[in-house]
């Protein structure tokens, strides 16, 4: 089946240090492949996609993730963390099934900038 | 604006009654997507919709119907909320088979006692 990982559940840096947010999924075929931002009290907002092309795609904010095929990973990357981006994030796996397309989120990875 | 709206967003009820929470979008989206939001689980898909008066189940569908009579409404009802349904709902849409941005709604909390 399906799946996506998030590894870790918290994640705190100092403010203006990098930050990496891990993200795993199990899928037979290249998924499409999306990172998603929640501020507190606030719905989730895209940062970032990727379909196919150029592994190393940008977003908004600042944030790039890496597609890497053979770890079936696409990591979220930042050089500095400013204290805005505490927040939840959430990795999430697009797929077409027989009935039709589907999104799975992972659990989420909570950071928190100190 | 493009936007997608939920209502209400906050609701507080008693098991057994039903409600309804609304959705629409004004991006004239084919596909449009629940999802209840809970600590520690994230985000889990209810259902979806694929376009008009094609829906079906995503991962957690029991206790809840939907219909997509309109291309840019798609409720969520239960008809009879328990305790368990008590929740953090979204509401998403985005363009051709779902593909590409998801947009979301501002959410709905709701609670049932």
């Known amino acids: 089946a399906q799946s996506v990982t998030q590894p870790d559940i918290h994640i705190t840096v100092s403010e203006g240090a990098s930050l990496e947010l891990r993200c795993n999924y199990s899928?037979?075929?290249?998924?499409?492949l999306f990172w998603y931002v929640q501020s507190p009290g606030q719905g989730l907002q895209l940062l970032l996609k990727?379909?196919?092309?150029?592994?190393l795609v940008q977003g908004i904010k600042g944030f790039e993730a890496e597609f890497k095929r053979s770890q079936s990973s696409f990591n979220l990357r930042k050089p500095s963390v400013h204290w805005s981006d505490a927040a939840e994030y959430f990795c999430a796996v697009g797929f077409y099934s027989n009935s039709g397309y589907a999104l799975n989120f992972g659990k989420g990875t909570s950071l928190l900038v100190t | 604006e493009a936007q997608v709206t939920q209502n209400p967003r906050y609701l507080i009820t008693v098991t057994g009654k039903k409600l309804t929470v609304t959705c629409s979008q004004n991006?004239?989206?084919?596909?449009m997507s629940w999802y209840r939001q809970d600590p520690g689980l994230g985000l889990r898909q209810i259902y979806y919709?694929?376009?008009?008066?094609?829906?079906d189940k995503g991962d957690v569908p029991e206790g809840y119907k939907v219909s997509r009579k309109e291309k840019r409404n798609f409720p969520l009802i239960l008809e009879s909320p328990s305790p368990n349904q008590t929740s953090l709902y979204f509401c998403?849409?985005?363009?051709?088979?779902?593909?590409?941005?998801?947009?979301f709604g501002p959410g709905t909390r709701l609670t049932v006692t």
């Open positions: 899928y037979g075929a290249t998924p499409y």
């Open positions: 998403a849409s985005s363009s051709y088979r779902g593909v590409g941005e998801q947009y």
């Open positions: 991006m004239n989206h084919e596909y």
């Open positions: 919709s694929m376009n008009v008066e094609v829906t």
């Open positions: 990727y379909f196919s092309g150029d592994t």
